[in-house]
C-alpha cells in the first residue's frame, strides 16, 4: 500500500507526520511524507524552532511525485493539523490530483479543531474550511468529541448523541468515520471510548484511562484507522486494530514516564498489540 501523508513534522519527537509516517511503515505501507512545517518539536513544550512552509511547497513536492508516475499507484491520502486555509487549499488540490490518477484511492482527514479542554485552537476559518470543504471530501475522518459536536451541530452527552452526530456527519460525506476521546454519560471516569462508524455498522471499544498527557497519539490513531479500514474493509477491525496498539503504545509510554511517545521503543504494538479491545455494537 501506498499513502501519501501530509503533515507537520518534528524533528525531536513524535507529532505529525513524526508520528503518523513510523507506524505505516512498521505495517509495511510505502508512505510517502510532505511536511506542512518543520519544527524542532511540538509546540506543547511552548517553545520550538523551524519554519513553516508555504503551501506552494505541498504542491511542488506532489508535481515531482506526479513527475515520477507514482500518483496512479497513491492509495491514499492522509491529513492533519492545517496551519493556514492555503495549506489546506493545497491538501484538497492533492487529494484531487490523486483520485484524478487513481479513482480507487481514498482520503482519510483528521479534522483538527480543538478539543474539550482547551476549545478552538486552530487559525480562524479552520473551522470552516474542514466542515464546509475537507470533510465533505473524505472518505475517512477522525475527529475527537469536540470536533464531532462542531462539525456536526449536536452536542454529544451520551452515546445515542455520538451516534446521531455521526449520523450527520455521514450525510455530509464520510463513509467511515472514528470518534476519539470520547467521554459520554455512559463513559466511567476512568475510561476513555472510542466510537466508529461505518457501512457495516457502529463500533464501541472502551479502555482504561492512563496517567499521560501527551501529544501525537491522535495523529497516530488516525494513521493506523485509515491504514487497517483500507486493508480490511470493515470498520470494526480497524476499530480493534487501532484502538490496541494505540492503548499498548500510551501504556509502554506511560510505564517509562516518557513525555514523548515511544513510538520506536514500542513498535511492536502495531504489529501484535499486547492487549486486544474487541469492539462491541452499538
Ligand atoms: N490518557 C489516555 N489514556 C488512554 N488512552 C488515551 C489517553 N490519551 C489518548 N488516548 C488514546 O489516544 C486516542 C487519541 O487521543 P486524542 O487525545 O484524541 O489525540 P490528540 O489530542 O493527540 O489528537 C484516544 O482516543 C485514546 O484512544
Ligand atoms: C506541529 C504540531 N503538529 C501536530 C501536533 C499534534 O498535537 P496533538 O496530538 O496534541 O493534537 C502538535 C502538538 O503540539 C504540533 O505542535
Known amino acids: 500500500m501506498n499513502l501519501l501523508s501530509i503533515q507537520s513534522h518534528v524533528a525531536y519527537g513524535h ?6 509516517v513510523f507506524p505505516l511503515q512498521r505495517l509495511g505501507v510505502e508512505v510517502w511524507p510532505i511536511h506542512t512545517v518543520q519544527f524542532s518539536n511540538h509546540t506543547g513544550y511552548g517553545a520550538w524552532r523551524g519554519q513553516v512552509f508555504e503551501a506552494g511547497v505541498i504542491s511542488d513536492v506532489l508535481e515531482g511525485i506526479a513527475e515520477r508516475g507514482a500518483l496512479p499507484r497513491c492509495d491514499g491520502v492522509l491529513s492533519g493539523y492545517m496551519g493556514s486555509a492555503d495549506i489546506g487549499a493545497a491538501i484538497l488540490d492533492a487529494v484531487a490530483r490523486v483520485r484524478a490518477a487513481n479513482p480507487k484511492a481514498d482520503y482519510c482527514c483528521d479534522p483538527v479543531i480543538g478539543d474539550v ?5 486552530v487559525r480562524p476559518g479552520i ?22 459536536e462542531l462539525l456536526s451541530g449536536h452536542t454529544v452527552t451520551d452515546q445515542a448523541d455520538a451516534v446521531a452526530a455521526c449520523a450527520a ?3 455530509a460525506g464520510p463513509r467511515v468515520i472514528l ?3 470520547l467521554h459520554t454519560r455512559e463513559t466511567p471516569k476512568d475510561a476513555i471510548d472510542l466510537l466508529a462508524s461505518g457501512p457495516d455498522g457502529r463500533f464501541l471499544v472502551r479502555t482504561p484511562r492512563l496517567d499521560v498527557a501527551l501529544n501525537g497519539a491522535g495523529d497516530a490513531i488516525a494513521a493506523l484507522f485509515f491504514f487497517h479500514v483500507k486493508r480490511t474493509g470493515s470498520t470494526a477491525a480497524a476499530l480493534e486494530a487501532a484502538a490496541s496498539s494505540i492503548f499498548g503504545l500510551l501504556e509502554r509510554t506511560e510505564k517509562a514516564h516518557s513525555r514523548e511517545l515511544l513510538l520506536v521503543e514500542a513498535q ?5 498489540p ?3 479491545f ?4 452499538v
Not at 15 to 20: E, K, L, Q, R, T
Open 169 to 171: 456527519l455521514h450525510a
Open 127 to 148: 473551522p470552516e474550511f474542514m466542515r464546509e470543504q475537507a470533510v465533505p471530501a473524505a472518505e475517512v475522518i477522525t475527529p475527537n468529541q469536540f470536533e464531532l
Open 179 to 181: 470518534v476519539t476521546s
Open 278 to 281: 474487541t469492539p462491541v455494537a
Open 117 to 121: 479542554g482547551r476549545g478552538i485552537f
Open 15 to 20: 507529532v505529525g507526520n513524526a508520528s503518523a
Open 268 to 272: 511492536d504494538e502495531f504489529v501484535k
Open 274 to 276: 499486547s492487549k486486544v
